[in-house]
C-alpha cells in the first residue's frame, strides 16, 4: 500500500510539472513591467515559449520570429530558466507568480513582467527573395589602386554623388527608410527580413539623427555619436554613418548604372571597397535621393561559423 502511496505521489507531482510546463507554452505578449515601484506599459514583444523547448523572440506580433535561446521549467523552484548567448533579457530564472489560460505573470531581476497570451503571431506576407544565390564579389584589393598602386581617398570621395550637407537636407524631410535583407549565413539557406532606418530631424535645433532599429532593444539606436548639426555638418561627418553604416577603408567608384527595384528605375553611382575585418562591399547609391541605397551587397568570406553575406534592397521611403 505504501508503495502504490508513493508512486501515486511521483505521478501527480509529474502530472503537476506538466500542467504548468503546458500552460508555459505558447505565445505570450509583454503587457507591463513593474520595477522599482513604477509601471512602465505599452509594449509590444512577444515571448515564444515552445514545446521543445526552444525560446523564441517577436518585436510585435507583426514580425517575424527568431530563436533566442532554450526554456524549462523547474519544478522545484517554480521558476522558468531559460538560457540564451543574444541578450540577457532572455537569459536567467524567471520566478512564476502566476500563470493560467490568458495570463503569464513572473518575476526577473527584481521586475514583475506580465503577459497576455496570444492565439498566433499575426505576420507579414512572406518576403520574397530577390535572388536564391549567395552572392560574390570578385575584386581584389589591388583593384582599388591606381596605375601607380596608390589609393587617393579624396580623389575617390569626389566621384561620389553626394556630400554630406545634400544628404542631411534631403533626409530631413523623410522618416523611414525601410530595406528587404537576405541574409546567407555561411552555407546555410538565405532568410529574409526587413530592416528599417529611422530619421530624426529636429527643426528647432537643425539636427538630423539617423537611428536603425534594434530587436533587443525595442528601439531604434543612435548610428553615430550625437545628432549632427546641418550647419556644421562638413566637420562633422566622421560621427554619422549612413545606411550601410560599415565604413569603407578603400574603394572605388566604378561608374554608373540603371537599377530597377520595387520603387522604381533609379540611376546609381556603383561603389566597389574594402573595410573592416577584409569584408567586401558593393554598393548602388541612388543619385537623385541623397543617404539612399537602391542596392547594398555585403560579403564576409570567413571560416565557419562567421562568414555572413547579405542583399540590402530599398523597400520603402516615407
Known amino acids: 500500500m505504501k508503495r502504490i502511496v508513493i508512486i501515486s505521489a511521483i505521478l501527480f507531482v509529474a502530472f503537476t510539472v506538466k500542467a504548468q510546463e503546458k500552460k508555459i507554452i505558447g505565445n505570450w505578449q509583454l503587457e507591463t513591467v513593474v520595477q522599482d515601484g513604477k509601471t512602465m506599459d505599452d509594449f509590444k514583444t512577444v515571448f515564444i515559449f515552445s514545446e521543445n523547448g526552444v525560446l523564441n523572440a517577436a518585436r510585435s506580433p507583426t514580425s517575424n520570429p527568431i530563436e533566442v535561446g532554450t526554456w524549462k521549467y523547474n519544478k522545484k523552484q517554480k521558476t522558468i530558466v531559460m538560457t540564451s548567448d543574444l541578450d540577457k533579457d532572455f537569459n536567467g530564472a524567471a520566478a512564476v507568480i502566476k500563470v493560467d489560460k490568458k495570463n503569464l505573470v513572473y518575476k526577473k531581476e527584481g521586475a514583475i513582467l506580465k503577459f497576455a497570451k496570444i492565439a498566433k503571431l499575426d505576420l507579414p506576407p512572406k518576403i520574397e527573395h530577390v535572388t536564391t544565390i549567395k552572392p560574390t564579389l570578385d575584386f581584389t584589393y589591388d583593384d582599388l589602386l591606381n596605375e601607380e598602386g596608390e589609393f587617393y581617398y579624396e580623389e575617390e570621395t569626389t566621384k561620389l554623388p553626394w556630400k554630406i550637407k545634400e544628404v542631411l537636407t534631403f533626409l530631413k524631410d523623410y522618416k523611414d527608410i525601410i530595406y528587404t535583407a537576405s541574409n546567407f549565413s555561411d552555407d546555410e539557406e538565405p532568410d ?111 571560416e565557419p561559423p562567421f562568414g555572413h553575406n547579405n542583399i540590402y534592397e530599398i523597400r520603402g521611403i516615407k
Open 192 to 302: 529574409s527580413f526587413l530592416v528599417s532606418s529611422r530619421i530624426i530631424y529636429n527643426d528647432q535645433e537643425q539636427t538630423i539623427d539617423v537611428r536603425e532599429y534594434s530587436f533587443f532593444q525595442n528601439d531604434y539606436i543612435e548610428m553615430g555619436e550625437n545628432p549632427i548639426s546641418i550647419n556644421d555638418s562638413e566637420d562633422n561627418q566622421e560621427y554619422l554613418y549612413f545606411f550601410p553604416k560599415e565604413k569603407l577603408d578603400h574603394f572605388k567608384v566604378v561608374g554608373t548604372e540603371m537599377i530597377t527595384t520595387v520603387l522604381g528605375n533609379f540611376e546609381c553611382t556603383v561603389v566597389e571597397g574594402i573595410g573592416d575585418f577584409d569584408k567586401k562591399v558593393k554598393y548602388w547609391m541612388i543619385n537623385d535621393k541623397p543617404g539612399v541605397f537602391a542596392k547594398i551587397i555585403i560579403v564576409q568570406d570567413q
